[in-house]
C-alpha cells in the first residue's frame, strides 16, 4: 500500500503543480489534455465517435468541457469531410496557438519536477513496470462494463464547414 499511495499522492500534486503553471498560460489541465491529442492526430482533427480514452475524459465529460471552451481555445465541430457520416473535433489556428504556449511550460515543469529527479537509466527502468500496469489496466478494464464508457457524445451544431486549409 506504501507504494500505491505514493504515486496517488505524487500523481495528485503533480496534476495540481503542472495545472497551475499551464494557468499561467491561459490554459486549463482540461484544455491541455484536448489541445496535444488534436495537434498529434492526422489533420488534427479527431472523430467524436473515437474513444475519449485516448484524451483521459469520458466522452460526456469531453463534449461538456469543448462546449465551454470552443470560444477561447478554438475547438471545433465539423462535419467529417471524408465523406463518412459522423463529426469531427478540429484544432483551430487559435487552439494551436494555446497548444504551442504551453507546450514549453509544460515540458520544463515535467523536466523540474518528474525527470531531473531520476537518471536517464531509472527513467528506463521505471517505463517497464508502469507500462506493464498500465497493459494490466487496460486488459482488466476490458472486462468491466462499459456503461459508462458508452455514454453518447451530445455537442453543438457544427459550427466549421470541412475544407480547412
Known amino acids: ?4 499511495r505514493t504515486l496517488i499522492d505524487l500523481t495528485a500534486d503533480l496534476r495540481k503543480v503542472l495545472g ?22 492526422e489533420d488534427c ?14 466522452r460526456s ?18 462535419e467529417a469531410c471524408d465523406g463518412g457520416r459522423g463529426t469531427l473535433i478540429v484544432l483551430t489556428p487559435a487552439g494551436r496557438d494555446a497548444l504551442r504556449n504551453a507546450s514549453g511550460p509544460h515540458l ?6 518528474f525527470a531531473d529527479a531520476l537518471s536517464r537509466d531509472e527513467l528506463e527502468q521505471l517505463f517497464t513496470p508502469l507500462d506493464r500496469v498500465r497493459t494490466h ?5 476490458g472486462q468491466a462494463t462499459d456503461a459508462d464508457r458508452d455514454t453518447p457524445w451530445t455537442h453543438p451544431a457544427p459550427t466549421v464547414l470541412c475544407g480547412r486549409s
Open 1 to 4: 500500500m506504501k507504494t500505491w
Open 20 to 41: 497551475v503553471e499551464m494557468q499561467d498560460v491561459g490554459v486549463s489541465p482540461g484544455d491541455y489534455a484536448v489541445l496535444p491529442a488534436l495537434g498529434e492526430a
Open 45 to 58: 482533427a479527431i472523430r467524436s465517435s473515437e474513444p475519449a480514452e485516448a484524451i483521459d475524459r469520458a
Open 61 to 78: 465529460r469531453l463534449s461538456h468541457h469543448l462546449g465551454r471552451r470552443m470560444e477561447k481555445l478554438g475547438p471545433r465541430w465539423c
Open 108 to 113: 520544463a515543469a515535467v523536466k523540474r519536477y
Open 137 to 141: 489496466f487496460d486488459d482488466a478494464r
